[in-house]
């Protein structure tokens, strides 16, 4: 089974991406849910993990430092992660991709974002 | 000078989406310019915009139509809803409501720092010439307003 984590620090957001899930056939997976960067960072080192999801605004540790943390750990650098948030622009996310989050999407995101945005990730 | 687009519209646009994806209502602009929501009965709560103008804006709304809103989102009876949840969903409207009125409003390459939502104690600050106000409804007739504040970003409205 795959293991998806989402970090988030809105309760009612994690709900969200968690229905899109469902919605475009993902409902079969294992979520582990963190409220904040550092909290997704250690459940990602605890174990296997297939995508991370995460929003940008976040406190402790924001999705962009986890986006750091995960890309320069040897161990979770090819893990892909996906940053959904409500602060993204044109430039936010061309930075966001060049520190290599594999896409950005805004919130709120719908489901067929949702399903273009991992279809890579559903096919495997 | 900041390159922008029409801001009131773009608030519009912005509280319009929010409400249709996260909980299917559809919002448009209260029938009623004089609508005021009972102070008794308010719920709102505020975010601070920190680039590249400085700004605040709020969303209030009946703790009714709050409840409401959580019981739809959450799917969930009314007996069952918690203040946490009623209070997660203001701050995550208010999040996505932001997020979005910037990107409709800023030009395509501005980046925005925008801070985290924080719940609103006592009554709402008083309504004064650097703020602009948004009364809209749901097609339930539930009220919504939003209020921006701010020099900076009162600014930018459309004449």
Known sequence: ?124 | MIEHNPLYQSMINAASQTLENMAFMEVMEHFDRSHEISIEELAWNSLLINDPILGEIRLAMSKAFLQKLTGNIFGIDDDEITQLQMDDILNELLNTIVGLFLTNLLADDQEYKMGLPELGADELPEVDANTIVWKLMTGEEDALQIFASGASLVALKDD
């Open chain 1, 1 to 124: 089974m795959k293991r998806i984590i989402i970090a988030d620090d809105s309760a009612t957001a994690r709900m969200f991406i968690k229905r899109c899930l469902q919605i475009i056939g993902l409902g079969d997976v294992e979520i582990i849910e963190a409220e904040h960067g550092k909290e997704a960072l250690t459940a990602a080192k605890a174990q296997e993990v297939d995508l991370l999801l995460t929003d940008l605004n976040m406190p402790v540790m924001d999705g962009e430092t986890l986006v750091k943390w995960v890309k320069a750990s040897p161990k979770l650098g090819d893990l892909p992660v996906v940053v959904i948030t409500s602060a993204g622009n044109p430039a936010k996310e061309a930075q966001l991709l060049k520190l290599g989050a594999h896409r950005v999407l805004n919130k709120p995101v719908s489901p067929p974002v949702m399903l273009d945005a991992l279809a890579d990730f559903m096919d495997e």
